[in-house]
């Protein structure tokens, strides 16, 4: 069965740091690109990081840029999200997501884990 | 940054047709997907490349794009159907989603 599996999520306090995780199983993980998407309490979907097949090529959405760090490593089928610097705002569910292409969009999504920054 | 604007909530009686519109500036020249999410779940690509639909997903939903609206059209709504609905697109560097809109089937 195709399917990613995120860990990691927690209360962190904050300007803490958490790492997330993502496990890719039931297919190829090294030929696909990969994303986070976050998504705030009641709120919609906000993308937050793509990383290409090899990893050479990242992008972040603005409101992330400078805290947050994608990377993966295909001989272990896992995807992470090094956060940085939380905030408040930061509060959310994040789901990593398999990309097809940027036309076909994000077909395959895990359950999401929860992130939640508070004193 | 490139902004999606949805409807917040579209209401459809069972049976009945039910479109949710998508704005962006010349969104047409892009390729938009659609997404289903229900309570407690994450979401699902309903619509890919504007108008194609993956396996496993209903004949009943349909999609279009050109000028500056994308279309999700639900044919025939049924129940099941109830969720919240985003269009997305990519723009140069990154994804952009739509604000979501709320189907309810009364």
């Known amino acids: ?83 940085n610097s939380l905030r408040a705002e930061d509060t959310s569910v994040y789901y990593c997501a398999r990309e097809l292409s940027p036309e076909s969009g994000l077909d395959v999504w895990g359950q999401g884990t929860t992130v939640t920054v508070s004193s | ?44 690509v309903v619509i890919f490349q504007d108008t194609k639909r993956p396996s496993g997903i209903p004949e009943r939903f349909s999609g279009s794009n050109s000028g500056n609206t994308a279309t999700l059209t639900i044919s025939g709504t049924q129940a099941m159907d109830e969720a919240d609905y985003y269009c997305q697109a990519w723009d140069s560097r990154s994804y952009v989603f739509g604000t979501g809109t709320k189907v309810t089937v009364l």
């Open chain 1, 1 to 83: 069965e195709v399917e990613v599996v995120e860990s990691g999520g927690g209360l962190v306090q904050p300007g803490g740091s958490l790492r997330l995780s993502c496990a890719a199983s039931g297919f190829t993980f090294s030929v696909y690109e990969m994303n986070w998407v976050r998504q705030a309490p009641g709120k919609g979907l906000e993308w937050v990081s793509y990383i290409s097949r090899s990893g050479v090529t990242i992008f972040y959405a603005d409101s992330v840029k400078g805290r947050f760090t994608v990377s993966r490593d295909n001989t272990k089928k896992l995807l992470y999200l090094q956060m």
């Open chain 2, 1 to 44: 940054s490139y902004e999606l604007t949805q409807p917040p909530s579209v209401s459809v009686s069972p049976g009945q047709t039910a479109s949710i519109t998508c704005s962006g500036d010349k969104l047409g020249d892009k390729y938009v997907c659609w997404y289903q999410q229900k309570p407690g779940q994450s979401p699902v």
